[in-house]
Nanobody, 121 residues
């Protein structure tokens, strides 16, 4: 029922920028945390950034100063602005949301399908 639709991935040169978007829809009452995770080939999925509804953020040390996470609560959308991209940022980026719906008591995690980010010259 709940779906997270991601967009904004692509191929960029080192030092370039991308902005990822993730919109949640489908019987949503509210969303607590939203975040971005990434997974490179042969690697485990790792946290990139999270943001709760009140605006408190948490970013991985590897992206601090380069990435910014934000959200539009009215649109149930989270963004990841990625600047000064490095080849090591190459991965599939997944959106995550903790969602409350009318058909389930409490919060449940949902994941997007993933969007490829490739940083290469």
């Amino acid at each position: 029922q709940v779906q997270l639709v991601e967009s904004g991935g692509g191929l960029v040169n080192p030092g370039g920028s991308l902005r990822l978007s993730c919109a949640a829809s489908g019987g949503i009452l509210s969303i607590n945390a939203m975040g971005w995770y990434r997974q490179a080939p042969g690697k485990q999925r790792e946290l990139v950034a999270t943001i709760v509804s009140g605006g408190i953020t948490n970013l991985a040390d590897s992206v601090k100063g380069r990435f910014t996470i934000s959200r539009d609560n009215a649109k149930n959308t989270v963004y990841l602005q990625m600047n000064s991209l490095k080849p090591e940022d190459t991965a599939v980026y997944y959106c995550n949301a903790e969602v409350r719906t009318r058909t389930w008591i409490g919060l449940r995690d949902y994941w997007g399908q993933g969007t490829q980010v490739t940083v290469s010259s």
